[in-house]
């Protein structure tokens, strides 16, 4: 199975800031990372696929960059409906498919 | 517009079964994979199994097998999960999700969410 490691579990940020998330993949996914949004009460939100694609309609202020077993979610100018919890997925093994522990951004 | 509509919150008893439903709307299901996630309460999200929607294929997590079933009805564009042998620790809100590739069929993803289904088991 390829494990996913995120880091940090939590971070506090303000509106305004530049954050960044970090994924590790346990084998070479290639670009096969995708990044999802959560708020509470809500099913995750597609941001980001292959590493660094844009959703459609995802604000430009998201970015995603790496490939093989390291990957980074970057938030520049963190805006409050930014607050959330953040999730990365592998998509290069699909069986099984698995997450990473999820990344809460608070104020 | 495309959506995935699930069923509403269940409370189940210790060794009970669930069916949670999932129906398409805007596209259609025997198209694509439909994936099953769970979501234990302040847990990550875990895959639980996933269903080809064109031939009716299933492929479960080990950590569910035997337990767990994925269907489809395709006339009605609908999916269902049933789980058995319930125990305190599937408490968690399941979640169907469409299974998607880019434009050149390279990346996969899943972009379209249902909205959840709790599950309490007590």
């Known amino acids: 199975d390829i494990q996913v490691t995120q880091s940090p579990s939590s971070l506090s940020a303000s509106v305004g800031d530049r954050v960044t998330i970090t994924c590790r993949a346990s084998h070479n996914i290639k670009s096969s990372l995708n990044w999802y949004q959560q708020k509470p009460r809500r099913p995750p939100k597609l941001l980001i696929y292959?590493?660094?694609t844009l959703q459609n309609g995802v604000p430009s202020r998201f970015s995603g960059s790496g490939s093989g077993t390291d990957f980074t979610l970057t938030i520049t100018n963190l805006q409050p409906e930014d607050f959330a919890t953040y999730y990365c997925?592998?998509?290069?093994?699909?069986?099984?498919?698995?997450f990473g522990g999820g990344t809460r951004v608070e104020i | 517009q495309v959506q995935l509509v699930q069923s509403g919150a269940e409370v189940k008893k210790p060794g009970a079964s669930v069916k949670v439903s999932c129906k398409a709307s805007g596209y259609t299901l025997n198209k694509d994979m439909l994936y099953w996630v769970r979501q234990a309460p302040g847990q990550s999200l875990e895959w639980v199994g996933w269903i080809n929607g064109r031939n009716g294929n299933t492929k479960y997590s080990q950590r569910f097998q035997g337990r767990v079933t994925i269907t489809r009805d395709t006339f009605a564009s609908t999916a269902y999960l049933e789980l058995t042998s319930l125990r305190a620790e599937d408490t968690a809100v399941y979640y169907c999700a469409r299974w998607s590739t880019d434009t050149i069929g390279y990346y996969y993803y899943m972009d379209v969410w249902g909205a959840g289904t709790t599950v309490i088991v007590s």
């Open positions: 997925q592998q998509s290069n093994d699909i069986f099984p498919l698995t």
């Open positions: 292959g590493a660094s």
